[in-house]
């Protein structure tokens, strides 16, 4: 109540959100639009001096990262609170992505930054079917409907329709880094290349603000007496099972192959 006592000298309040692991649609990866949009309304609702978004993803869905850095973004803005990133081991690609939705973003020494592209993966087991004797049936009413089959033969129409695909994607990542990042990024041909940095190269690159760490630089901005209040995800009262362990055990090595792009 200390809070809304008029003539009580107030300390300054600042929010504390985590932004941990890969970025996916709602039950594939532990980041998403969905999973944190109460968490960040909190944040914001008591209008604290800042918020500070502990990041450390290695990226994920595009439009997830869209869609919690434009949350963030319209909070910060509604709420007229200033927001701080701050990057444990990675802010890369679409976990670069949400950083950016700071109005400063501050790593540690050590942190991976960047990775500014994006990236199409999968396999192709057409010649093992045919090895084993398999022969496999596929009708389509629409010529593109399966395009990128891993179970056909690659074709060069199919791989320049995707090309164009992540092209597309690739400049709206590239114009959100530049709406938000501006003057700030270096002249670098490379910055866009998927390239990463680390500590204080990505500082040089214009890609972070600072080296630093939470607590020394909120004390910093907002005096020593500043109050951190941390909000947590609400977890399941009892365990998954079934099926839904079964997708959390998948989600989990998707997560630790994302992580593994950058030796973590």
């Known amino acids: 109540m200390r809070r809304w006592i008029?003539?009580?000298?107030?300390?300054?309040?600042?929010?504390?959100?985590?932004?941990?692991?890969a970025i996916g649609a709602s039950g594939r990866g532990s980041l998403s639009d969905r999973s944190v949009a109460s968490l960040l309304e909190k944040a914001f609702k008591r209008k604290p001096d800042a918020v500070a978004?502990?990041?450390n993803s290695p990226g994920g869905s595009?439009?997830?990262?869209?869609?919690?850095g434009a949350r963030i973004r319209r909070l910060a803005e509604e709420n007229d609170v200033p927001v701080f990133a701050f990057v444990e081991d990675v802010a890369a690609s679409g976990g670069y992505w949400l950083a950016s939705a700071a109005d400063e973003i501050i790593a540690d020494s050590c942190s991976i930054l960047g990775s500014i592209g994006v990236i199409s993966s999968g396999f192709g087991a057409h010649?093992?079917?045919?090895?084993?004797?398999f022969e496999r049936r596929v009708h389509t009413a629409g010529k593109s409907k399966s395009m990128m089959d891993p179970f056909k033969p690659e074709t060069e129409e199919d791989v320049a329709r995707l090309n164009k695909l992540l092209g597309e994607l690739h400049e709206q990542f590239i114009a959100q880094v530049r709406e938000r990042r501006g003057d700030k990024l270096a002249d670098n041909p490379d910055l866009f290349t998927g390239e990463v940095w680390i500590g204080q190269s990505a500082v040089e690159q214009g890609l972070a603000d600072g080296v630093g760490h939470l607590v020394p630089t909120m004390k910093d901005r907002f005096g020593d007496k500043v109050q951190l209040r941390r909000l947590e995800q609400k977890?399941?009262?009892?365990?998954?099972?079934g099926i839904q362990a079964m997708q959390g055990a998948i989600t989990e090595v998707e997560e630790r192959a994302l992580f593994a792009r950058f030796g973590l």
């Open 6 to 21: 008029p003539f009580l000298k107030n300390h300054p309040e600042v929010a504390v959100v985590r932004l941990q692991g």
């Open 53 to 55: 978004l502990e990041i």
């Open 62 to 68: 595009p439009v997830q990262s869209a869609l919690i």
């Open 127 to 133: 010649v093992f079917l045919q090895r084993q004797g």
């Open 235 to 241: 977890k399941p009262l009892l365990p998954r099972i």
